[in-house]
């Protein structure tokens, strides 16, 4: 059964760091694309960033250069490393596995097949 456990949100003043964690379990193989999207009140699910089965990270053009993506096979797990952080990062954080399309076509929810339960990060 796959599980995809999320841990790290929390509240951040603008410029400030979070880091996220998601625990991944019940892959087979590790080779599928996975990644992180958020959601924000009143507004679509959007991809923020993914890697893809060769370990290849893609970012969205609003997170580039502020946030990374890496993952651990060893310990099974998947970080999203958040800088420079914006009142605009403000969301519920999803991860989410075995996407068909890596990257997905303009970052869009409908190309994942599992996703986490989500955790809020929230920047004042």
């Known amino acids: 059964q796959v599980q995809l456990v999320e841990s790290g949100g929390g509240s951040v003043q603008a410029g400030g760091s979070l880091k996220l964690s998601c625990a991944v379990s019940g892959f087979r193989h590790s080779r599928i694309c996975i990644g992180w999207f958020r959601q924000a009140p009143g507004k679509e699910r959007e991809g923020v960033a993914v890697?893809?089965?060769?370990?290849?990270?893609s970012y969205a053009d609003s997170v580039k250069g502020r946030f990374t993506i890496s993952t651990d096979n060893a310990k099974n797990t998947l970080d999203l490393q958040m800088n420079s952080l914006k009142p605009e990062d403000t969301a519920m954080y999803y991860c989410?596995?075995?996407?068909?399309?890596?990257?997905?076509?303009?970052?869009?929810?409908?190309?994942?097949?599992?996703w986490g339960q989500g955790t809020q990060v929230t920047v004042s």
């Open positions: 989410a596995a075995d996407l068909l399309v890596c990257p997905p076509p303009d970052w869009g929810p409908q190309y994942t097949a599992y």
């Open positions: 890697v893809d089965s060769n370990g290849t990270p």
